[in-house]
């Protein structure tokens, strides 16, 4: 039987010196005595599946919302795709796959439902009242606040490499190459998936994309392969391009940072961490290219748009109502933490799954 102690002993044995080990973590903020049988990173990760926030990213929206099919990205299946990304580059780095793959699975906990719109009307709103919204943040809240499971701790308790993983933005926090490869696994996942979700919609067509020059390059490769498939089967075959080309320059990428830095150690990582973790540079220039595309086309298209602002209506709405009424919050939800009373209903609201907040607005307003 393999247990904690012969995980550990795996992971100075197989992993590089530069690599996070689970067997030197700094350990969490409420001691607790440590799993026989799994590593810290891996007791971290069934937590978090095992979260509220974690099964709700299911109904919450990534671009489309819930209802217009069952074929597009949630932020569950967007989640699964980032920790997928973030275990195979962390594993071909001889980097620590589980702590990767926990941060993966944390890295949206926070977000409200309604994607990037419903994170935009909770930080306007909160504006009001000298506060902010910011879905890293709120990740990290959930994490370490708002869960409520254990009686000993608020949150789940988790190890403090996982936190620094997800609060990104945070100038204080040791920086490991796991939370920067996961990072990026963010930015390759969403940028295809949303090219694929964004053709399957019919609101990208494939021609618009002969606008973006690689896009246009790997169709020039795929097309003669196959010229008798259908459209949306060259779609898949040039993504699946896309991600490999993606992955496999921030592999190469990484490891000449690695060696160029003389990046021996993990604190060598703490200080050259964040500069050496990057696409190559002509990559970068036509990642941006993709990035701009879809903002043009995708997120600002008028149908995006017209959800948003059903999405800003309800979350406005919402938080008017539970201001005036705050006793509609759930008792259990009121409990815990010290909070100003803008802050719950921020908190309550920011937990709601797209259709959970669509349902109490039809019922409250
Ligand atoms: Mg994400």
Redesign the pocket.
């Known amino acids: 039987m393999l247990l904690r102690k012969d995980y550990e002993m795996r992971e100075r044995d197989v992993l590089a010196p530069y690599a996070m080990l689970s067997g030197e973590s700094r350990g969490r903020e409420y001691k607790e005595p440590a799993c026989r049988f799994r590593s810290a990173f891996q007791r971290d990760r069934d937590r978090i599946i095992h979260s509220e926030a974690f099964r709700r990213l299911e109904y919450k929206t990534q671009v489309f919302v819930n209802h217009e099919g069952d074929y597009y990205r949630t932020r569950l299946t967007?989640t699964l795709e980032?920790a997928q990304i973030s275990r195979g580059i962390a594993r071909s780095l001889r980097l620590n796959e589980d702590l990767a793959e926990t941060i993966a699975l944390a890295?949206?906990l926070g977000h409200t439902p309604f994607g990037h719109s419903g994170e935009e009307a909770l930080d306007n709103i909160m504006k009001k009242f000298g506060d902010r919204f910011e879905h890293n943040e709120q990740s990290l809240r959930v994490v370490t606040k708002l869960e409520y499971r254990y009686p000993e701790f608020p949150g789940l308790n988790l190890s403090f490499e996982v936190l620094d993983g997800i609060s990104k933005h945070d100038e204080k926090r040791r920086v490991t190459l796991e939370a920067e490869i996961v990072n990026l696994a963010?930015e390759i996942a969403?940028i295809n998936h949303d090219l694929d979700d964004g053709l399957k919609s019919g609101l990208l067509k494939f021609k618009q994309l002969r606008e973006v020059p690689l896009w246009q390059k790997l169709f020039k490769e795929v097309r003669p392969l196959y010229p008798t498939v259908p459209e949306s089967i060259w779609k898949y075959q040039i993504i699946r391009r896309l991600i490999y080309l993606f992955v496999t320059d921030l592999q190469a990428n990484i490891k000449h940072g690695i060696e160029k830095k003389k990046i021996r150690t993990i604190e060598d990582v703490n200080e050259k961490g964040r500069e050496l973790s990057s696409f190559s540079l002509p990559l970068q220039s036509e990642i941006s290219n993709l990035n701009t595309f879809l903002t043009e086309n995708l997120y600002h298209h008028p149908r995006v748009r017209k959800e948003m602002d059903k999405a800003t209506k309800i979350i406005d709405g919402l938080f008017d109502k539970y201001l005036k009424k705050p006793n509609l919050i759930p008792a259990l939800f009121n409990r815990q933490i010290k909070a100003t009373k803008e802050r719950r209903i921020c908190d309550y609201i920011a937990g709601m799954t797209d259709r959970y907040a669509s349902d109490k607005y039809e019922r409250l307003i």
Do not use: A, E, K
Request: charged share 35%.
């Open positions: 967007h980032v890295h949206d963010d969403y």
